[in-house]
């Protein structure tokens, strides 16, 4: 399954998404939201999300994607400016 096929999975009754990395061993910034956006919408549907088998880089990118404080995760709505840093 692909992160294109969680799409899928929104209205089919799905609980919980586990995706196995073992096999990903570089995570750009592309790649991070690849991973990302498609967790955030399940969890916006109530669905848990699981990455597991997480190779050193990328394990290491997402760690301190994790490590961000909630308010780093902004959520800008379409026509809405961007909030200024505090």
Not at 48 to 60: E, G, I, L, V
Not at 61 to 68: A, K, N, P, Q, S
Request: glycine share 8%.
């Amino acid at each position: 399954m692909t992160f294109r096929d969680v799409d899928g999975a929104f209205d089919s009754g799905v609980d919980v998404v586990a995706c196995g990395m073992q096999n990903l061993t570089f995570l750009d910034v592309v790649g991070l939201h690849a991973v990302l956006d498609p967790a955030r919408r399940l969890d916006a549907r109530g669905i848990t999300f699981f990455a597991y088998d997480r190779q050193r880089q990328p394990r290491r990118l997402l760690g301190l994607i994790e490590e961000l404080p909630p308010a780093a995760d902004i959520r800008v709505k379409a026509g809405e400016p961007v909030p200024s840093p505090v």
